[in-house]
């Protein structure tokens, strides 16, 4: 299988937001956000601000050429606001998970950009928990720090989130 990622083009954007809308109903079985009158998601209206801000970046993951997932880069903090990127968003379409391409996406981000990250999940997202604790102990030889049920990730459901924390900048 041919993965590629690359940077979503302002021109996407449209293309982006269908993807937004999946992963967003997805995690709603989590976060328990509803959709507003419009059938919107309230994350939906954040994405412009990935096209405005240079400290934001959107990625489409593609698989023998199908989008295959999207990734979002920020700089919104739950632990250290001297942190240098966080993921912001992280979705791999069903089809093609279980198959290393979520893995080949977060560590060619990682590697993207060197510095100090914060990658924050749903406590009652095991799938995610599991993926990030391998992947980023993985790539970080388990030099890492997990930060369980942490205030400053609070959930729509009321739910603490948990945050990794590494830097990859001597990696």
């Not at 939906?44 to 199908?66: Q, T, W």
Request: overall charge negative.
């Amino acid at each position: 299988m041919d993965i590629t990622i690359n940077e979503v083009q302002k021109s996407e954007e449209p293309i982006l937001l269908n993807l937004v809308k999946m992963s967003c109903y997805e995690w709603s079985q989590y976060n328990l956000f509803d959709v507003n009158e419009k059938g919107e998601y309230p994350f939906e209206k954040y994405l412009p601000m990935y096209f405005e801000n240079s400290r934001r970046h959107c990625f489409f993951v593609k698989a023998d050429g199908i989008l295959a997932g999207f990734a979002l880069i920020d700089d919104d903090f739950a632990v250290n606001q001297n942190s240098d990127y966080s993921m912001g968003e992280f979705f791999v379409m069903y089809k093609y998970r279980r198959n290393g391409i979520g893995k080949i996406m977060a560590e060619y981000l990682f590697n993207q950009f060197r510095g100090k990250w914060e990658v924050g999940y749903h406590p009652n997202n095991i799938i995610s928990q599991n993926f990030w604790l391998k992947t980023i102990g993985t790539y970080m030889n388990q030099k890492y720090c997990l930060y369980k049920s942490y205030e400053g990730l609070a959930y729509h459901d009321g739910s603490l989130g948990n945050v990794i924390t590494f830097d990859n900048s001597c990696y």
